[in-house]
């Protein structure tokens, strides 16, 4: 994960400051990539101790179509609730987006199941995206998303991810959402027969927070140890069918986690 210092280094010596919706202050930079090859190791940070869990359960949660912060606290998964409304609802965020994307006659379209019958049947294709950008349904979102689309690619027996945020809080979400798109890679290649290939990030808006800074030059002190893999226990029937206990990380070794706080 030394491209991931990288970055933090490269934000810290080119990024301007900029106000945000936040108040909290960022510097930033545009325009950013970052490439995993999955085949070399699960891309976790090494740095600082991830909540594995955490991750996990938000993507399950995604995967099952749910908006409601329910789930993530009957796990003990507390990463949304600043967002959610007194019912614990976000709106129609990732999950209703990539589950039942709302058609102008009424119907729904699941993207996600869509493109997995896409990546069997035409692997070829050059359209095997999911959007979770829906102009029509981002004004009702807790938040619009910041991963807004991801794109799978084919070739040579192995399924490659791409995926876009348009901003990225660079300390404390880009760790959670690497690991993520990771854990979704596997999976879909799992259920088409396909090897994991690459994952590659695309950022939009870059920044560190004004309050990271302190935590993000302790990481950079740091230096990353191998990359720990992912086993996934069973073949499930489907993508939807995937549970917690179906993962183990093997080999996870990390420097101690470093707290921060979010900026709401
Ligand atoms: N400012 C901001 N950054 C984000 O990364 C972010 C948002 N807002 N809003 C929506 C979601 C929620 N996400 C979050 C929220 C909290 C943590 C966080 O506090 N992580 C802690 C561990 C917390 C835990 O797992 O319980 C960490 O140290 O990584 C990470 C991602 C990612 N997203
Ligand atoms: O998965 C996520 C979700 C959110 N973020 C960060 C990126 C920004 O710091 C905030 C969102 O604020 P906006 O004003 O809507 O850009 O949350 C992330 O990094 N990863």
């Not at 994960?1 to 510097?27: A, C, F, P, W």
């Not at 102008?104 to 199941?113: E, F, M, N, V």
């Amino acid at each position: 994960m030394q491209n991931y210092k990288d970055l933090l280094s490269d934000i810290l010596e080119h990024g301007v400051q900029k106000e945000d919706r936040t108040g909290t202050g960022t510097i930033s930079v545009f325009a950013r990539q970052l490439r995993y090859d999955l085949a070399e190791g699960f891309p976790l940070i090494t740095t600082k101790k991830l909540h594995i869990k955490s991750i996990l359960h938000e993507l399950l949660w995604f995967l099952s179509g749910e908006t409601n912060i329910k789930y993530l606290r009957d796990n003990g998964v507390t990463i949304w609730d600043e967002w959610a409304d007194e019912n614990g609802d976000l709106g129609p965020v990732y999950g209703s987006q990539w589950r039942s994307w709302p058609t102008p006659d009424g119907q729904a379209i699941d993207q996600i199941r869509q493109v997995i019958e896409q990546i069997r049947n035409n692997p070829d294709s050059r359209r095997h995206l999911v959007s979770a950008w829906n102009p029509a349904e981002v004004g009702r979102m807790a938040l619009p998303p910041c991963h807004y689309v991801f794109q799978f690619y084919v070739a040579e027996g192995k399924l490659s991810c791409m995926f876009n945020m348009r901003s990225v809080d660079t300390f404390l979400g880009l760790p959670f959402n690497i690991a993520s798109y990771a854990f979704l890679t596997h999976m879909v290649a799992q259920q088409c027969d396909l090897e994991p290939g690459e994952l590659i990030w695309t950022g939009g808006d870059v920044h560190i927070y004004l309050n990271h800074l302190e935590q993000v030059k302790l990481q950079l002190t740091r230096e990353p140890f191998p990359l720990p893999k992912l086993i996934i226990k069973r073949k499930p029937d489907s993508i939807f069918d995937y549970r917690f206990e179906d993962f183990e990380i093997e080999g996870y070794q990390s420097h101690p986690s470093i707290k921060a706080p979010i900026a709401v």
